[in-house]
């Protein structure tokens, strides 16, 4: 039975990992029948299929089928010790790493190899205040108070007899336009549309507006020109309120101001304000950039050599979404790439292998992205297809992806049911009789 202190006190070579995330879970993976201490530290206790958030937050998953705890994913990894702790500083000099516990109080971890793989937070360029009123979806509680602020308009707009009253009720916005906000905008009129349609008596819940609104010129820009307006049809056939070259640049309790592209501001009623528009590294990468002296891009990412590691820390590794390396996209198959390929790196520099380094190289599996019911889009290389076949094979990426068969099968359970039977069965949310 290992202890905490034989942990600490380990004479073995000490790997530490910041974030349980693809890449952090993927690097820890690639460590198992390696002869060092690994210690996994991350501010939450599970790892999370970001992916399928805006599932759970729409009420068709659970928060248990997109998470699994990161103590049973490793609970066979006798040597690694799973901490839950919030990385907050670090002294490059004495290789120590300061983590907050959830109750406040701090402990430490050295290492002799450092892999930081601690992702990203929602960014409101500069505008952080927007953050009270319109939520990301970067993490649970995110899709939890999402979910709740979309059940509970719908409910706020029933026990109301005017249509004027109810206007800003039953009117969404959707602020980005990348495949978050695509498959949110979407999946909150099918909730609308379908699964709800008929459970109200005062209000018409298909009478809900949503409004996408971004910057640029169309949705799913990063997909190309032919899927972008592939998805802006399927949008505006399930009745999504496309608003491209639309800038928000102010929101509030009662709703949003947009300025459109001939400099024109308008105001849009809403009392549900959704964010899914930028992201920014999580602030510990800026404590690490500052500790090393190295410089961050616009998104705070750290730029990393061939081997991603810090250029000149051959002993620290940064990857997935906060690592620049050759324009890269803070995706999935990026992030569990970059972990494997440390974990390698790390494994042979305990085992003394004398093999050459060889340099990171990023094998692109494409992107696929749900747009709604039988509907997605999918770009490999140069193949692009949309439609049907393109939802099925979103839907087998995603299930593929998932972390257990339990996850797995649950998963596709739930999709199935939902589509047979118009339902959703995860619609509790928090909050809402806590204050009173
Ligand atoms: C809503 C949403 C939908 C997405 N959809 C897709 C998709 O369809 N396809 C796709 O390829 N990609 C998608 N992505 C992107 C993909 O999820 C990310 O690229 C991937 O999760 C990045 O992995 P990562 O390990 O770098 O970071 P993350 O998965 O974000 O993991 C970072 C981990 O670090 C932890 N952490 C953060 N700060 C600290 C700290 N200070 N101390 C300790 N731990 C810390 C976090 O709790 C987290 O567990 C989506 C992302 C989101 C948010």
């Given amino acids: 039975m290992r202890t905490v202190s034989q942990m600490e006190n380990t004479t073995k070579p000490r790997v530490l990992v910041i974030g349980g995330g693809f890449a952090g879970v993927f690097a820890v993976r690639r460590l198992k029948r390696v002869d060092c201490h690994v210690t996994l530290v991350d501010r939450s206790t599970t790892n999370l299929f970001q ?11 659970s928060e248990g089928q997109i998470s699994q ?9 006798p040597h690694v010790e799973v901490l839950q702790g919030k990385a907050i500083d670090i002294d490059v000099e004495t290789r120590e790493v300061t983590f907050s516990r959830s109750e406040g109080s701090t402990f430490v971890r ?17 505008n952080d205040h927007f953050a009270e009123v319109a939520p990301g979806m970067k993490t649970l509680d995110d899709a939890l108070d999402v979910r709740r602020r979309i059940f509970e308009a719908f409910e706020n707009a029933e026990s109301r007899s005017s249509v004027e009253d109810r206007h800003p009720w039953l009117t969404f916005a959707v602020v980005g336009a ?10 909150i009129r099918e909730l609308a549309t379908k699964t709800i349609a008929e459970e109200f008596h005062g209000i018409d819940p298909s009478e809900a507006r949503v409004h996408l609104f971004d910057g640029v010129s169309a949705p799913l820009l990063a997909f190309g020109p032919k899927l972008s307006a592939k998805a802006a049809k399927n949008l505006s056939d399930l009745g999504v309120d496309l608003h491209m070259n639309a800038k928000v640049t102010d929101l509030d309790q009662d709703g949003l101001e947009v300025q459109h592209e001939d400099g024109t501001i308008e105001r849009f009623e809403t009392k549900t304000i ?23 891009d616009r998104a705070g990412r750290i730029e990393v050599d061939e081997h991603l590691n810090i250029p000149g820390h051959p002993e620290i590794w940064v990857l997935g ?23 390698r790196q790390v494994r042979g ?7 050459p380094r060889k340099a990171f190289r990023y094998h692109d599996v494409g992107s696929a992205a749900y747009i709604s019911r039988y509907r997605g889009v999918v770009k490999f290389k140069s193949i692009e297809f949309s439609g049907f076949l393109a939802w099925l094979v979103w839907g087998a990426i995603h299930l593929t992806f998932l972390s257990t068969a339990r996850h797995r099968f649950s998963t596709m359970a739930s999709w199935l049911f939902s589509l047979a039977r118009e339902s959703r069965a995860e619609r509790a949310s928090l909050r809402s009789t806590r204050k009173r």
């Fill in 51 to 61: 992916p399928l958030l805006y599932q759970c937050a729409t009420g068709l998953l």
């Fill in 321 to 343: 979404d906060i690592m620049s390396y050759q324009g890269l996209p803070g995706v999935a198959e990026v992030a569990l790439q970059s972990g494997f390929y440390a974990g």
């Fill in 178 to 187: 990348g495949p978050t906000g695509v498959e949110l905008a979407g999946q």
């Fill in 69 to 77: 705890p990161l103590r049973t994913m490793f609970k066979n990894y």
């Fill in 274 to 296: 959704l964010w899914t528009a930028g992201v920014r590294a999580v602030s510990f990468v800026s404590t690490l950039a500052s500790a090393l002296g190295v410089t961050q």
């Fill in 349 to 355: 520099l305990i085992e003394g292998s004398t093999k």
């Fill in 110 to 126: 050295g290492y002799d190899y450092l892999i930081v793989a601690a992702g990203m937070r929602q960014s409101y360029f500069g």
